[in-house]
């Protein structure tokens, strides 16, 4: 069975401010995908990144940047210089294949205030 | 743009009445996907189709039926709608090879 913990449910910054998002998962495959959504107040679902179990190369898009660490099973997410836009729930999801039967996390409700 | 339209996007009605939710995709994906999305529990898969009448059970599956008569629609039956399936719901394709899912705007189903 797989399992994904993100155990920070809300979090709120201020403007600029950096902040990470923590997520923790469970598989016993050895393959597998990670990812990150995000939910803006709109409530659209927005893909953000995938990784593979074998690929465990930290990557820095603008500002946003994640730490992806097998031994210790976490795929955490930074943000950093926050701003009011990046106010969204941000999922985390692990997927056995690539073939999108993802299991999704509860979500972390990301509030950054001007 | 996978192109997912969910329809109806909002909709009420009874305990104990069928409701069916409709996901049309454009780009001919193989992979179509009917998650649910609750408070604390993100998001939820209820059932997946891997090709036109092929379809399988996700995690939540009681109570739901799908059907995929075309590659284009992926349908969400609820037979006899029930309080507990407040919900919104999201269709979802697969893009590509990578896992990644492309999703709908979501229906909200109040069911009173």
């Known amino acids: 069975a797989q399992k994904v913990t993100q155990a920070q449910t809300e979090i709120s910054v201020v403007e600029k401010e950096d902040v990470t998002l923590d997520c923790v998962y469970e598989?016993?495959?050895?393959?597998?995908?990670l990812f990150w959504y995000k939910q803006p107040p709109s409530g659209e679902l927005v893909f953000l990144i995938r990784r593979n179990s074998f690929d465990e190369q930290n990557e820095i898009s603008g500002r946003y940047s994640w730490n992806f660490q097998k031994s210790t099973s976490s795929f955490n997410f930074t943000i950093t210089a926050s701003q009011v836009v990046d106010s969204a729930v941000y999922f985390c999801a692990l997927s056995p294949t690539n073939a999108g039967k993802s299991t999704f996390g509860d979500g972390t409700t990301l509030t950054v205030k001007p | 743009d996978a192109g997912i339209t969910q329809s109806p996007r909002h909709k009420v009605t009874e305990t104990g009445t069928p409701v069916t939710l409709r996901c049309h995709q454009t780009?001919?994906?193989?992979?179509m996907y009917w998650y649910r999305q609750d408070p604390g529990h993100g998001l939820r898969l209820i059932h997946y189709?891997?090709?036109?009448?092929?379809?399988d059970k996700g995690e939540v599956s009681d109570g739901y039926s799908v059907s995929r008569s075309k590659t284009e629609d992926f349908l969400l039956t609820l037979e006899s709608a029930t309080s507990s399936q407040t919900s919104v719901y999201f269709c979802a394709t697969l893009v590509g090879n990578t896992g990644e899912l492309f999703f709908g705007e979501g229906s909200r189903l109040t069911v009173l």
């Open positions: 780009e001919n994906h193989r992979y």
């Open positions: 189709s891997y090709g036109v009448k092929d379809t």
């Open positions: 598989t016993r495959d050895t393959t597998y995908y």
